[in-house]
């Protein structure tokens, strides 16, 4: 799993950015990948609207979404299982007694 840097780490690594510092010198000073700074640059461009794209709190909305409707399905998948093994079985009205078919 790839490691999570801090909300605070990254803007100072973009403010690092912004008063002139290269990517290479700050990622060799951080110990942060060029890729990483590169990518974090990309997305405050987004999130402040000069690029286009999703920005952060639009893909935190789509993660949470995708996960409840990860959970939905689960729940759908075993309600659906259940409501199979009860319609396998038959229940006498006279004696109460459950029989399989």
Do not use: C, H
Not at 54 to 75: D, G, K, M, V
């Amino acid at each position: 799993m790839p490691y999570r840097y801090p909300p605070e780490f990254r803007r100072k690594v973009l403010d690092l950015l912004a008063a002139g510092r290269s990517v290479a010198s700050v990622a060799a000073d951080l110990g942060v990948s060029d890729q990483t700074i590169y990518t974090w640059r990309k997305q405050e461009l987004v999130d402040t609207g000069q690029a286009p794209g999703l920005s952060s709190s639009e893909q935190a909305e789509l993660r949470a979404a995708r996960r409840r409707i990860t959970e939905l399905e689960t729940e759908l998948a075993v309600t659906r299982r259940s409501n199979q093994l009860l319609k396998a079985q038959v229940v006498s009205p006279k004696d109460g007694s459950i029989r399989s078919l």
